[in-house]
Structures are given as C-alpha cells and as structure tokens.
C-alpha cells in the first residue's frame, strides 16, 4: 500500500476544509441555485427570483465571490462565463456540521447529540435507529 500516496490524499482534503470560507445567506442562496441546476450564466439565476429581482450586476458581484473563496468555477465562452459549483452539497453540508459542532460544541460530537435529544424530544426509536447507523458506519471504516 502506497502510504504516501494515501498521506497525500489525506492532506489534500484536509486543506479542502481549512480553506472554505464561510458563506454568506445570499452566498449559499445562489451556490443552491448550482446544485439544483448545475451550471448557469448569471443571467439565469436572475430568473430563479421573484419580482423584484435583484440587480444583475449585484449578482454578479456574489458569484464572484462565491468564485473568489472557491465555491465555483467557470467556463468561457465569447464575452459570457458559464459558472458551476465546484464544492459538493455533501462536501459543504460536511464542513458547515463540522464548523457547528466545532464552534458551540467544543468539538464534542456526543455533546451536540446529546443537545438535540435534550432540545428536540427525540424519541427511542430515533435514538436506536442513531446507533445502528453508527455501527454501521464504524463497520464500514
């Protein structure tokens, strides 16, 4: 087995991580619109809002910056960019848990389950069906 290969690999992800930049509502709104409907020039995200719809220029300007911090990419053509995400849905739902858990958790994950079975009456049935999942999830590493 290639270790260094696999250390590579492991670090490449771990910088993955680090680096994504928090996102603001309007930021994640439109990095939706991507996941949704896979790559869009800006002028069609325009039509995914109600009146009244935001400024082109305005959304341009955010996907910019989802481009800036790595969210999207793009690809040329003529004058036009056509704009596509880049970072998963699952990859993203991944960091932002972690960011949570890490920020108001100290890093505890048993302490933000045990938050939410405190807060959000979850039932013994939902709590067995956790820990089924969890020993599957532990077989399968």
């Given at each position: 087995m290639n270790y260094s290969l696999?250390?590579?690999?492991?670090?490449i992800f771990a910088i993955k991580y680090i680096v994504m930049e928090r996102l603001t509502g309007k930021e994640e709104e439109i990095l939706e619109f991507f996941w949704r409907e896979g790559?869009?020039?800006?002028?069609?995200?325009?039509?995914?809002?109600?009146?009244?719809?935001p400024h082109i220029?305005?959304?341009?300007?955010?996907?910019?910056?989802?481009?800036?911090?790595?969210?999207?990419?793009?690809?040329?053509?003529?004058n036009s960019y056509q704009y596509y995400a880049v970072v998963s849905h699952n990859d993203f739902k991944k960091h932002?848990?972690?960011?949570?858990?890490?920020?108001?958790?100290?890093?505890?994950?048993?302490?933000?389950?045990?938050?939410?079975?405190e807060e959000e009456d979850v039932s013994l049935k939902e709590l067995e069906r956790l820990v089924r999942e969890a020993k599957n999830a532990n077989k399968k590493k």
């Amino acid at each position: 087995m290639n270790y260094s290969l696999i250390n590579e690999i492991s670090f490449i992800f771990a910088i993955k991580y680090i680096v994504m930049e928090r996102l603001t509502g309007k930021e994640e709104e439109i990095l939706e619109f991507f996941w949704r409907e896979g790559p869009l020039f800006v002028k069609q995200i325009l039509e995914f809002y109600n009146e009244p719809r935001p400024h082109i220029n305005t959304l341009s300007t955010i996907v910019r910056s989802l481009e800036e911090k790595g969210y999207v990419s793009h690809r040329s053509f003529g004058n036009s960019y056509q704009y596509y995400a880049v970072v998963s849905h699952n990859d993203f739902k991944k960091h932002t848990l972690r960011n949570v858990i890490s920020k108001y958790f100290n890093n505890s994950y048993l302490g933000a389950v045990s938050s939410f079975i405190e807060e959000e009456d979850v039932s013994l049935k939902e709590l067995e069906r956790l820990v089924r999942e969890a020993k599957n999830a532990n077989k399968k590493k």
